[in-house]
């Protein structure tokens, strides 16, 4: 009955086990603010604790207390007051509250962390040596297991799920000249989480090529590779980049959940002159649409908003990827393939010949490619692509400057959009922030345009790591292309020059926008200026 109130939208659990626990006279907590002791975790074995949603938190005067989600079954608390040889109190926490809890304690082996593991590896590495100090051959294990380096192997996954469990999108392993730096990238920024001894390195690079299949005998090239598991019953895809450095090899993972929800194009965070006008360029019959900013600023996310809402069962649409991030329903997705040729020119060819209403290409990074992406928008299609550039009037001097006729140019190009992503304050500490004039101007912000604005800064708490923010979102700059901005793209005016007019005809700068977000408290000024600079 819970459950299906909670889907109706009628009800949330929390105002359900608020509602329960005063009917039936049931303390309410917050296992998030309790801290467990191990003699209450290896209290009841973990498969019990699973199966029936409960876990005992506390010990007084003899009596247990059990944290559960639903009413008590009389029958179950019988059975644990005769196991147990106690009484039972009973409180109540949400799903959700629950769910963590059981996770945090008992989804893991909770002595092994990365201290308990370096202690296991320190232990293994020290020599044995005899009465007269010579050293000893060690004894050879006896065991069916061929990884003879167990600590190893779970360190290495200790430090992909602790990433995982953190909301990180990369994970970097980086060789320093005397020891192995762990950081995280987590809502954009980079934060050192572990640092591991130098004589590690090695085994722990090892390692993580082995996951990705990836050539651990050659050490002097780059190499990429992906590693597929699960945490948290979700399905992840980590996409690893090696690159050798003169400390050894450093090691990017980026971790792409599987099962991830697209995005609503109502949840990109436009306002409405914005919306209108970028559902006014996807929904044309052909063209080119690109989205512009650097690796990591959220354009594939986008681009699949975009797909999402022009998926229908009367419109054929073919993506070519570099890779394949997240499958698609109804899509037909081609990943390219260097190593047999199989590039974007090729897919793109290809593509053509397969009637598509709407062409995905996911990065347009040579003349070639931009060629081909241009002749396919001029004879009928749909083409949605990427470009690196800082903002979106550069993108048409960009294709330019790749080799593209200003013609061509100024007749394929519907709309472009460049975008970037800044952090959210944490909704749980989140407070008014004061600036003085100097301040304000050191970030490039006039005390007029937050005349009369009210705006907030995260203090910092448990919830956010004490960073004051938690997620992202999208800042954008919008240019969709007109008779005047044709006219000035054929005579390859000025990037500089294009901004200005743009502006006059509409165009919300990636500053300007940021700025609407941090009065509508969003996000901070700092993050803004962190974000956009001193540009305007």
Not at 86 to 114: F, H, M
Not at 422 to 433: D, F, L, P, T, W
Not at 435 to 451: I, N, S
């Amino acid at each position: 009955m819970e459950d299906v109130l909670v889907n109706l939208g009628y009800s949330t659990h929390q105002e359900i086990i608020r509602c329960l626990s005063a009917q039936y006279d049931l303390p309410l907590i917050d296992l998030e603010n309790i801290t467990i002791s191990p003699e209450m975790l290896n209290l009841l074995p973990s498969s019990l604790i699973k199966k029936y949603s409960v876990i005992p938190i506390s010990k007084d005067n003899g009596n247990i207390t059990i944290a559960m989600s639903n009413l008590p079954d009389l029958g179950f608390i019988d059975n644990l007051r005769f196991r147990l040889n106690t009484d039972i109190k009973c409180v109540l926490t949400t799903p959700e509250n629950l769910k963590n809890a059981i996770r945090k304690y008992y989804d893991q082996e909770p002595s092994k962390d990365i201290d308990t593991l370096m202690k296991e590896l320190t232990f293994r590495e020290t020599p044995l040596h005899n009465a007269e100090g010579k050293k000893m051959k060690e004894p050879q294990k006896e065991t069916n297991d061929p990884d003879d380096e167990g600590p190893i192997i779970q360190l290495v996954a200790l430090i992909i799920n602790k990433a995982a469990s953190s909301r990180a999108s990369d994970i970097h392993v980086e060789p320093l000249s005397n020891r192995l730096r762990i950081r995280y990238r987590i809502d954009g920024v980079c934060q050192e989480v572990d640092v591991l001894p130098k004589h590690l390195q090695d085994s722990i690079i090892s390692r993580i090529k082995i996951l990705a299949s990836i050539d651990i005998s050659e050490k002097r090239r780059p190499q990429d590779g992906r590693i597929s598991l699960e945490h948290a019953g979700k399905e992840l895809d980590i996409r690893v980049s090696c690159l050798p450095s003169i400390y050894g090899e450093s090691i990017v993972m980026r971790l792409l959940e599987k099962s991830a929800i697209l995005l609503d194009l109502k949840k990109l965070g436009f306002y409405e002159n914005d919306n209108q006008r970028f559902h006014s360029i996807i929904k044309k019959p052909n063209g080119i649409f690109l989205i512009t900013g650097p690796t990591g600023s959220g354009k594939t996310t986008t681009l699949y908003a975009v797909i999402n809402e022009l998926n229908k069962t009367d419109t054929k649409i073919i993506t070519a990827e570099d890779p394949v991030e997240y499958t698609l329903p109804g899509v037909n997705q081609g990943e390219v393939n260097e190593k047999i040729g199989f590039n974007f020119p090729m897919i793109l060819r290809t593509m053509l010949r397969q009637d598509p209403n709407i062409i995905l290409v996911g990065e347009i990074r040579d003349t070639e490619t931009a060629d081909t992406a241009i002749a396919a928008a001029l004879t009928g299609h749909l083409v949605l692509s990427t470009l690196h550039t800082n903002d979106a009037p550069s993108a048409i001097t960009r294709l330019i400057d790749m080799g593209i006729k200003p013609f061509l140019v100024a007749s394929s190009l519907q709309g472009i959009m460049a975008q970037r992503l800044v952090r959210q304050i944490c909704s749980h500490c989140k407070e008014q922030a004061i600036y003085t004039h100097d301040q304000l101007a050191e970030m490039g912000f006039k005390a007029e345009e937050l005349k009369d604005a009210t705006v907030y800064k995260g203090r910092g708490c448990k919830h956010c790591n004490n960073l004051g923010y938690h997620g992202r979102i999208g800042i954008y700059e919008l240019l969709d292309m007109n008779e005047t901005l044709r006219d000035l793209a054929y005579h390859v005016t000025a990037t500089n020059e294009i901004r200005k007019v743009a502006r006059t005809l509409g165009m919300t700068t990636l500053k300007e926008d940021g700025l609407r977000k941090a009065k509508d408290g969003k996000t901070t000024l700092e993050e803004v200026f962190r974000i956009t600079g001193m540009d305007n």
